[in-house]
């Protein structure tokens, strides 16, 4: 029946509401404590909630690996990715850097031809030619060029298509293996970099940071959880209401109303990722 074919929507908008969530609580802390501090707490409090699992699986089979210069160079780069997403989050509305982040899937295809040696129709090009017209739009340049903070989500949402190509290069490793790997590389680089900027904080403000790997961890959980309980290509378009989960805590928390340059923008965006998901090629 369709509607068993539906089973999955409810987990895609709450995972999503969990991500969009932890990015609220981060940008809003940033207002006060400095970056490394945040991650730090966050992805130590992450590697904690999943450490059971890793243990009941064996820490040696989770660490020791083939091929380790990728998985490092996969966490070094979701290390960079979330530095660069909390810096741009901080300088500007929230829905709005979602939103350029929507952008990854444009640029992992384009990466894919180069890494993955993977050929792209014209459909698809079109498709990622839209694609990035609509982030245009979201990002509204001005005579003087593009925002500083746009730029920096820009080349953030760059650096997680990276993560993203990485990722499908080692997706023979597992999950586990996966998520291990880049909390402990996220604990390690925040821990060396923390002593630095290090700030006293409140036991709520604390409760907070710890919140943000919980809410990562419960959201990848959640989003696992749709793709097996629903066909991808019916789940995937609940994927985009990350924007609009952004819209409303952008709203609650900093009175953010989007102008029409974003909306329409997002909507490009959500239609051009969409059609990428239908046209792009299938791994064997």
């Given at each position: 029946m369709r509607t068993a074919g539906l089973a999955g929507v409810p987990w895609m908008l709450a995972a999503m509401l969990c991500f969009a969530s932890h990015d609220a609580i981060a940008k809003s802390l940033l207002e006060t404590y400095p970056l490394a501090q945040l991650v730090l707490i966050g992805s130590a409090t992450g590697l904690l909630a999943i450490s059971p699992r890793l243990h009941r699986r064996g820490w040696r089979r989770t660490f020791v690996v083939p091929r380790p210069e990728?998985?490092?160079?996969?966490?070094?780069?979701?290390?960079?990715?979330?530095?660069?997403?909390?810096?741009?989050?901080?300088?500007?509305?929230l829905a709005q850097c979602l939103t350029i982040y929507q952008a990854m899937p444009l640029i992992a295809a384009v990466m894919s031809i180069f890494v993955l040696r993977e050929r792209l129709s014209p459909r698809l090009w079109l498709a990622i030619l839209l694609g990035f017209f609509g982030v245009m739009l979201v990002i509204h340049p001005t005579g003087e060029g593009i925002a500083w903070p746009a730029v920096l989500a820009l080349f953030g949402t760059t650096v997680y298509a990276v993560c993203n190509v990485l990722t499908r290069l080692l997706r023979g490793a597992g999950d586990l293996t996966l998520i291990g790997w880049q909390n402990a590389t996220t604990v390690v680089c925040s821990a060396i970099a923390v002593?630095?900027?290090?700030?006293?904080?409140?036991?709520?403000?604390?409760?907070q940071a710890a919140a943000l790997g919980l809410l990562t961890a419960a959201g990848a959980l959640m989003l696992n959880r749709s793709i097996i309980l629903s066909p991808a290509s019916l789940i995937l378009p609940f994927h985009y209401s990350i924007i609009l989960w952004g819209m409303a805590l952008g709203w609650l928390r900093w009175r953010d109303i989007p102008d029409g340059?974003?909306?329409?923008?997002?909507?490009?965006?959500?239609?051009?990722?969409?059609?990428?998901?239908?046209?792009?090629?299938?791994?064997?």
């Open positions: 990728l998985h490092l160079l996969r966490a070094a780069t979701i290390a960079a990715d979330i530095a660069l997403f909390y810096a741009s989050v901080r300088l500007m509305p002593p630095f900027f290090w700030q006293p904080m409140e036991w709520s403000d604390v409760a340059w974003m909306l329409a923008g997002a909507a490009v965006v959500v239609a051009s990722g969409i059609i990428i998901a239908r046209l792009a090629p299938r791994d064997a």
